[in-house]
């Protein structure tokens, strides 16, 4: 229960932080997301390019320089042509959110929880989801613009996982907080 707890904190902080970052600097959030989606296109290239070549067939080999190939290409693309990239990303992320949205709509409905969390954990969920469903229906909204809604989800997403974690640690104590702010038994 302790390490559930803390994992829920450190996920509550980190995404208050890249909340706060995301408002208050979208340019730069927009620019880390396409050098990171680059960065990450060249590792795979030259993932596949190591593989290529301890491949024993032919086959794998000209299949695998191929990938390297193709993720060089959309290397070159996210650093030549970052608005494009970032209209990709956007997408990326809309569908990100919905999945992850109606995952967390589903875990809400398992048991385990308290009210209070299934509650929390749904209305994340939701939001997750509109999130999406909006990106996706308008995803001409800009990058800059996602980058400020991202960062309100992820600080929305931060205080959820604090409150989680505050009432998980409650439940395992036995103890609660009492109107006056002091601790009950």
Same mark, same amino acid.
Do not use: C, H, N
């Given at each position: 229960m302790k390490q559930l707890t803390g994992s829920?904190? +450190?996920?509550?902080?980190?995404? #208050?932080?890249?909340?706060?970052?995301?408002?208050?600097?979208?340019?730069?959030?927009?620019?880390?997301?396409? +050098? #990171?989606?680059?960065?990450? *296109?060249? #590792?795979?290239?030259?993932?596949?390019?190591?593989?290529?070549?301890?491949?024993?067939? $032919?086959?794998?080999?000209?299949?695998?320089?191929? #990938? $390297?190939?193709?993720?060089? $290409?959309?290397?070159?693309? *996210?650093?030549?042509?970052?608005?494009?990239?970032?209209?990709? +990303?956007?997408?990326?992320?809309?569908?990100?959110?919905?999945? $992850?949205?109606?995952?967390?709509?589903? +875990?809400?409905?398992q048991g385990g929880r308290t009210a209070g969390q299934r509650a929390l954990l749904g209305l994340t969920g939701l939001v997750s989801v509109v999130f999406g469903v909006v990106l996706v229906i308008q995803p001409d909204i800009g990058a800059i613009t996602l980058a400020q809604v991202f960062g309100f989800f992820s600080i929305f997403s931060g205080v959820s996982s604090l409150v989680m974690a505050a009432n998980t640690r409650e439940a395992a104590t036995g103890r609660h907080l009492t109107s006056a702010g002091g601790l009950a038994a």
């Open positions: 829920l904190i +450190l996920k509550g902080v980190l995404s #208050l932080i890249i909340g706060v970052v995301a408002i208050v600097w979208p340019e730069v959030t927009v620019g880390a997301f396409v +050098l #990171l989606f680059a960065v990450y *296109a060249f #590792l795979m290239a030259g993932s596949e390019a190591v593989r290529a070549f301890r491949a024993k067939q $032919a086959g794998p080999v000209v299949g695998r320089l191929l #990938l $390297a190939l193709l993720d060089v $290409a959309a290397g070159v693309v *996210a650093l030549a042509w970052p608005g494009i990239t970032a209209l990709a +990303l956007v997408l990326v992320v809309a569908a990100w959110a919905f999945v $992850a949205g109606a995952v967390e709509v589903g +875990l809400a409905f």
